[in-house]
């Protein structure tokens, strides 16, 4: 979390505030967030920001001449949108850029770790985008889920963002419950009816996630992101499709959370870390 629709939807919230406007400072405020040496921040100041979009979970702002600004909020990175920008430093703060229009721009850590970052590119190059797999409105990204034959698994497969770009844990966990395909299923194993299934549960998933991110206003400020979750994040619940209890698969940093009667006829998925506890 943050994932595709939450990137997006930010984007065009920044895009229709911010478009146009000059960028008069950037302030980093944890320098180790900044993952290029140049060209450097100050570079950018007095150039106008031409607009904002989104590739994968990076939020890119497009300035005057080309450069870009890439930000990845990661798990628990936030981004306040300030009218007009402050000067404190939240615990937790990572970069603010301001604009002439008095417009400041927040990029901070909710949580305690550090992993939110961001980028200053020089025209043509592309970053972390470079590594990229294809967007999920993207026609290739429903043919390699169509002809792919990986023997990884496919909730594997649309985590990577190498492979295809925008999902992670949260709706990957709803796109495979909404198909009644196992996490644990190897892509090459499924057939062509759940292959179509898979692609139109990420279709409908993100469509309907991104309409309700766009009834969001301002940044995307909130500590608690994603409670529309279908699954994701509700082990215990019941499934709402057919009521059984929500089961999970429990990994070091975070968990998969399934249906067995939906998804796996029944099978009790292995949970390596649970079975270790109970030894
Ligand atoms: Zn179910």
């Not at 106008?48 to 005057?64: C, I, M």
């Not at 009521?243 to 959370?257: K, N, T």
Request: glycine letters at 10%; hydrophobic letters at 40%; charged letters at 25%.
């Amino acid at each position: 979390m943050p994932e595709l629709p939450e990137m997006q939807a930010l984007a065009e919230r920044l895009d229709t505030a911010l478009a146009g406007a000059v960028l008069t400072a950037v302030e980093p405020l944890g320098f180790t967030a900044l993952k290029t040496v140049s060209p450097t921040p100050d570079e950018l100041v007095g150039t106008a920001l031409v607009g904002v979009g989104r590739r994968g979970k990076y939020l890119v702002l497009t300035f005057d001449g080309g450069r870009r600004i890439l930000v990845h909020l990661s798990q628990a990175g936030r981004l306040d949108l300030e009218g007009p920008a402050k000067v404190t430093r939240p615990r937790g703060a990572v970069v603010r850029f301001r604009f002439a229009d008095g417009a400041g721009v927040l990029v901070r850590e909710h949580g305690t770790q550090r992993k939110a970052a961001w980028w200053v590119l020089d025209a043509g190059d592309e970053g972390p985008l470079s590594v990229l797999g294809p967007e999920p409105d993207d026609p290739a990204f429903a043919e390699l889920l169509r002809t792919g034959d990986s023997t990884r698994r496919v909730h594997t497969v649309l985590r990577d963002q190498r492979t295809v770009a925008g999902l992670g844990r949260g709706y990957t966990d709803d796109v495979l419950h909404r198909a009644e395909i196992s996490p644990f299923a190897p892509l090459r194993s499924l057939t062509p009816g759940q292959r179509d299934a898979l692609v139109d549960a990420v279709d409908q998933v993100l469509d309907e996630a991104l309409s309700e991110e766009r009834g969001r206003t301002g940044g995307l400020s909130e500590p608690k992101l994603g409670l529309r979750f279908a699954v994701h994040n509700r082990v215990g619940q019941p499934c709402p499709r057919c009521a059984a209890p929500l089961l999970r698969v429990s990994y070091e940093s975070h968990e998969i959370v399934y249906c067995a009667p939906c998804q796996t006829k029944g099978k009790v998925l292995a949970d390596r870390r649970l079975s270790r506890l109970l030894r």
